[in-house]
């Protein structure tokens, strides 16, 4: 989903990224990027850890390796990264992070769980690239995203923040995130209306949302007798322009009177569409959040 050849095979752009994605995940960086020499030390991260007795701080040693931009095998290998014991503990480190645009081989993998077993580290961590993009994809990354792979940001269209936090948009039948489905596969849900004829109106007697397939069919298919719905593919609302259109459609068959909600049908039509528009909205600067207040929520 990610194209991490957007950045470009300059390996400081890399670890300006590595040291904002730490910061994001909770690390205090103890040593920054810089130009000097830096005696094969990219960065140093530390943590505060539970023990049994109370808090220690643990510190890291990161190597950030970016090969994505190489034509041939792009793997991190043990002669990218030597002296790993010596480096880790010249810095007065605990522990090894690659964090890496590709894959370690085999091999390294094999070097750090030597160093891990017999002691030398007290551990490691390998952040590859498909555990970098999962990150970036999780709700509150959008902006980091946006940063450094603007055109990857406009593809996968990140989830964002609109209220205090997250509103997940589960599955009435088996209860799975669709928001966080639709990374994987943007049509597998439904949004569904239930309504019945009275003096010739639509009356919304229920509103869900579910998956397709034998989610869906589960509630569609059995309903009562005089029940009716119509459904619109989750996939297509969240494209902007579709999403403006539904949401333009819903309003003109309201003011015409032919439509009616009850209560709980249109409370739960807002809770839709306030929980979608994480998924239809773009990021919004510090500048924005600030000048509308503190992530204040909306009332539905």
């Known amino acids: 989903m990610i194209d991490f050849t957007e950045i470009d095979s300059d390996g400081e752009i890399w670890e300006l990224f590595s040291r904002d994605l730490l910061q994001e995940l909770g ?3 103890e040593h920054s990027v810089d130009r000097g020499p830096d005696g094969k030390k990219d960065l140093i991260v530390s943590e505060l850890l539970n023990g049994n007795l109370g808090k220690y ?3 890291w ?3 950030c390796k970016h090969f994505a931009n190489r034509q041939s095998s792009n793997s991190v290998k043990e002669s ?3 002296n790993i014991l010596e480096r880790v503990q010249s810095f007065n480190c605990d522990g090894f992070i690659g964090l890496y645009s590709t894959v370690p081989s085999s091999g390294l993998n094999t070097r750090l769980t030597q160093l891990k077993e017999n002691g030398n580290l007290k551990d490691y961590r390998v952040f590859d690239y498909k555990l970098i993009e999962n990150y970036l994809l999780r709700i509150g990354y ?5 940063r450094y792979f603007p055109n990857s940001y406009k593809k996968v269209k990140p989830l964002h923040l609109i209220t205090g936090k997250y509103i997940p948009l589960n599955c009435k039948v088996c209860d799975l995130d669709i928001l966080q489905e639709m990374f994987k596969n943007q049509y597998a849900a439904n949004y569904v209306q239930i309504y019945e004829y009275v ?5 919304i007697k229920d509103v869900y949302w579910a998956c397709k397939g034998q989610c869906d069919d589960k509630i569609r298919f059995n309903l009562s007798k005089g029940l009716h719905s119509n459904w619109q593919d989750i996939g297509d609302i969240v494209i902007p322009t579709k999403f403006l259109e539904w949401t333009l459609a819903t309003m003109n068959q309201i003011e015409s009177g032919h439509f009616y909600y009850n209560k709980k049908a249109f409370k739960k039509e807002k809770e839709f569409i306030i929980a979608i528009s994480q998924k239809v909205m773009r990021e919004m600067t510090q500048e924005k959040k600030d000048r509308i207040g503190k992530f204040r929520e909306i009332g539905i």
């Open 142 to 146: 959008a902006n980091l995203l946006m």
């Open 27 to 29: 690390f205090y960086v």
């Open 57 to 59: 701080k643990f510190k």
């Open 80 to 82: 990218d990264e030597p």
């Open 199 to 203: 003096d010739q109106k639509e009356h």
């Open 61 to 63: 040693l990161v190597s």
